[in-house]
T-cell receptor, first 117, second 114 residues
Framework: GAVVSQHPSWVICKSGTSVKIECRSL??????MFWYRQFPKQSLMLMAT?????????EQGVEKDKFLINHASLTLSTLTVTSAHPEDSSFYIC?????????????FGPGTRLTVL | AQSVSQHNHHVILSEAASLELGCNYS??????LFWYVQYPGQHLQLLLK??????LVKGIKGFEAEFIKSKFSFNLRKPSVQWSDTAEYFC????????????FGSGTRLLVRP
């Protein structure tokens, strides 16, 4: 149980285009999902918190107009990187908040590697 | 602000050696603590977590961690590592506020030599 999927697993795009990444909780409902960014050999940096039916909460320094987050249902959140540039190339990881054994836990997706040419 | 420190960035061990990875956090209130593992080419998996109760927590694959509140620490241990434990290990803390955000440490890259 508690599986989170991401699609696509990797994407290559041209500079200036927009890319949408989907995050789905497959076997549980997630009122809260999180989006992280991981640079090579570095830790995960939280970008934003996505709550179903409401606006996302962005961390300091993250451009909300560039990284559009939509949490339309209890099992799906999307991250759209608008007008992508090479510096946006990174590994984007989502997680979904669920209950495991009655306790709060985040379950992580496999990540999406974005390369902007 | 909350922060998590992992002092060992790279650890190299031989099989059967014992492992201890340090994790210290900075937060004034009650916390939930986690260790995640990321095997090469795979996504993060939860190793173990501490919410309350017994401060010695046992996780999967023979890992355990001890929460020492007075030291703000949550060190990960394994008595005898295997080659398959080669991975990156992340400590994380959740400050139990309404945001449920996880703050991650910088990670420790473990290499186990056969």
């Amino acid at each position: 149980g508690a599986v989170v999927s991401q699609h696509p697993s990797w994407v290559i795009c041209k500079s200036g285009t927009s890319v949408k990444i989907e995050c789905r909780s497959l076997d549980f409902q997630a009122t809260t999902m999180f989006w992280y960014r991981q640079f090579p050999k570095q830790s995960l940096m939280l970008m934003a918190t996505s709550n179903e039916g409401s606006k996302a909460t962005y961390e300091q320094g993250v451009e909300k107009d560039k990284f559009l987050i939509n949490h339309a249902s209890l099992t799906l959140s999307t991250l759209t990187v608008t007008s992508a540039h090479p510096e946006d190339s990174s590994f984007y990881i989502c997680s979904a908040r669920g209950l495991a054994g009655g306790a709060d836990t985040q379950y992580f997706g496999p990540g999406t590697r974005l390369t902007v040419l | 602000a909350q922060s998590v420190s992992q002092h060992n960035h790279h650890v190299i061990l031989s099989e059967a050696a014992s492992l201890e990875l340090g994790c210290n956090y900075s937060y004034g209130g009650t916390v939930n603590l986690f260790w995640y593992v990321q095997y090469p080419g795979q996504h993060l998996q939860l190793l173990l977590k501490y919410f309350s109760g017994d401060p010695l927590v046992k996780g999967i694959k023979g890992f355990e961690a001890e929460f020492i509140k007075s030291k703000f620490s949550f060190n990960l241990r394994k008595p005898s590592v295997q080659w398959s434990d080669t991975a990156e290990y992340f400590c994380a803390v959740n400050g139990m506020d309404s945001s449920y955000k996880l703050i991650f440490g910088s990670g420790t890259r473990l290499l186990v030599r056969p």
